[in-house]
C-alpha cells in the first residue's frame, strides 16, 4: 500500500469547514497542509459577490479545485425518515427550484474548468415497479445530459440504498459520464451494507472517495454517528487495500459533517492516512 500516493491524493472538503468566505477557506486549508479542495457550488451560485471569484483566487494561492458538489433545497436530515422524504430530486414540490438551482451549478462549474460534480440524488427505489423510480430516473437522466453538455461527469454519493440497488440503477441509466463517489461512512451512517464489499459491487462506476468514518446505529432505523477516521468501523487497511487492487488513483476527499472541531479533525485524518502501513 502506497500511503505517499494516497496522502498526495487527498483533498478537503470545504462544506466542512463551514467558511463564510473563500478567505476563511483559504485560511483553514492553509492550517490543514492540503491545497486542494472539493468546492461546495452552491455558495458561487447564491454568494456571487462574496464567491463569485473563487476560481482566479484559489489559481492565486495555488489551491486546486479538485471537484464540485451540490444540494437540494428542503432538504431535513434529522432523521432517516426525514431525509428519506425530503431527499434530493425525489420531492416533487422541490423539483422545479432544484432544476433551476442545479442549470446555474452547471454553468459555474463549466466556468471552473472542473471534470466531475458530486451530489445526493436522493433514496433510490428498490424495484422499477416503484412509481418515484421512473420520475427519478427520468429527472437523473435530465441532470446527467445537462452536465455531459459540458463534458462533465457527474457521481451519486452512496449510502441512502444499498449497493447492489445503486448499481442496477446505473446499469439502466448507462450513462457513460455518470457514476460513484464512494463514501464509507455513509454505509454506516444510513446501514446499507459493509462498505468494502459495497466498494467492490460499484468499483466500475467509481469517480471518487470521501475519507469519513462512522459507527453504525444500534437502534435500527435510526442514524449511525459519524466519527474521526480512525476511530469508528471503516476497516481503513482493507479500503485503500481494495483500492488499490482496482487500480484506483483518484482523489480522496476528507469529509467531515459533526463535530465543533473541522480543522483538528481534518487534520487527524490527513496524518491517519499517511500513517497507514
Given at each position: 500500500?502506497?500511503?505517499?500516493?494516497?496522502?498526495s491524493?487527498?483533498?478537503?472538503?470545504?462544506?466542512?469547514?463551514?467558511?463564510?468566505?473563500?478567505?476563511?477557506?483559504?485560511?483553514?486549508?492553509?492550517?490543514?497542509?492540503?491545497?486542494?479542495v472539493?468546492?461546495?457550488?452552491?455558495?458561487?451560485?447564491?454568494?456571487?459577490?462574496?464567491?463569485?471569484?473563487?476560481?482566479?483566487?484559489?489559481?492565486?494561492?495555488?489551491?486546486?479545485?479538485?471537484?464540485?458538489?451540490?444540494?437540494?433545497?428542503?432538504?431535513?436530515?434529522?432523521?432517516?425518515?426525514?431525509?428519506?422524504?425530503?431527499?434530493?430530486?425525489?420531492p416533487?414540490?422541490?423539483?422545479?427550484?432544484n432544476?433551476?438551482?442545479?442549470?446555474?451549478?452547471?454553468?459555474?462549474?463549466?466556468?471552473?474548468?472542473?471534470?466531475?460534480?458530486?451530489?445526493?440524488?436522493?433514496?433510490?427505489?428498490?424495484?422499477?415497479?416503484?412509481?418515484?423510480?421512473?420520475?427519478?430516473?427520468?429527472?437523473?437522466?435530465?441532470?446527467?445530459?445537462?452536465?455531459?453538455?459540458?463534458?462533465?461527469?457527474l457521481?451519486?454519493?452512496?449510502?441512502?440504498?444499498?449497493?447492489?440497488?445503486?448499481?442496477?440503477?446505473?446499469?439502466?441509466l448507462?450513462?457513460?459520464?455518470?457514476?460513484?463517489n464512494?463514501?464509507?461512512?455513509?454505509?454506516?451512517?444510513?446501514?446499507?451494507?459493509?462498505?468494502?464489499?459495497?466498494?467492490?459491487?460499484?468499483?466500475?462506476?467509481?469517480?471518487?472517495?470521501?475519507?469519513?468514518?462512522?459507527?453504525r446505529?444500534?437502534?435500527?432505523?435510526?442514524?449511525?454517528?459519524?466519527?474521526?477516521?480512525?476511530?469508528g468501523?471503516?476497516?481503513?487497511?482493507?479500503?485503500?487495500?481494495?483500492?488499490?487492487?482496482?487500480?484506483?488513483?483518484?482523489?480522496l476527499?476528507?469529509?467531515?459533517?459533526?463535530?465543533?472541531?473541522?480543522?483538528?479533525?481534518?487534520?487527524?485524518?490527513?496524518?491517519?492516512v499517511?500513517?497507514?502501513?
Amino acid at each position: 500500500m502506497s500511503t505517499s500516493s494516497h496522502s498526495s491524493r487527498l483533498s478537503v472538503c470545504s462544506w466542512s469547514l463551514q467558511p463564510d468566505s473563500p478567505s476563511d477557506l483559504f485560511s483553514a486549508l492553509d492550517a490543514i497542509g492540503i491545497r486542494r479542495v472539493q468546492l461546495a457550488l452552491d455558495p458561487l451560485r447564491e454568494q456571487a459577490d462574496i464567491w463569485g471569484h473563487f476560481g482566479v483566487e484559489a489559481a492565486q494561492r495555488g489551491v486546486s479545485i479538485v471537484s464540485g458538489m451540490f444540494g437540494m433545497v428542503g432538504e431535513d436530515y434529522s432523521t432517516l425518515e426525514s431525509i428519506k422524504a425530503t431527499g434530493g430530486v425525489v420531492p416533487d414540490g422541490t423539483w422545479e427550484e432544484n432544476w433551476q438551482n442545479i442549470q446555474g451549478v452547471a454553468d459555474i462549474a463549466a466556468s471552473l474548468g472542473l471534470d466531475l460534480v458530486t451530489f445526493h440524488a436522493g433514496f433510490l427505489p428498490h424495484e422499477e415497479g416503484d412509481p418515484d423510480f421512473s420520475k427519478l430516473f427520468t429527472r437523473v437522466l435530465r441532470i446527467a445530459n445537462l452536465f455531459a453538455k459540458y463534458d462533465i461527469h457527474l457521481a451519486f454519493e452512496t449510502g441512502q440504498e444499498t449497493a447492489e440497488t445503486l448499481k442496477s440503477f446505473l446499469i439502466k441509466l448507462g450513462h457513460p459520464l455518470v457514476g460513484v463517489n464512494f463514501d464509507p461512512a455513509n454505509m454506516l451512517l444510513y446501514d446499507k451494507g459493509d462498505p468494502i464489499a459495497a466498494l467492490r459491487t460499484l468499483a466500475p462506476w467509481l469517480k471518487q472517495c470521501h475519507i469519513k468514518d462512522a459507527v453504525r446505529a444500534t437502534t435500527p432505523g435510526s442514524w449511525g454517528n459519524e466519527v474521526p477516521v480512525g476511530t469508528g468501523e471503516v476497516d481503513w487497511k482493507a479500503f485503500f487495500e481494495t483500492l488499490d487492487g482496482l487500480g484506483y488513483t483518484g482523489d480522496l476527499c476528507i469529509e467531515r459533517e459533526a463535530g465543533d472541531q473541522r480543522v483538528l479533525d481534518i487534520i487527524s485524518a490527513k496524518d491517519y492516512v499517511a500513517g497507514l502501513v
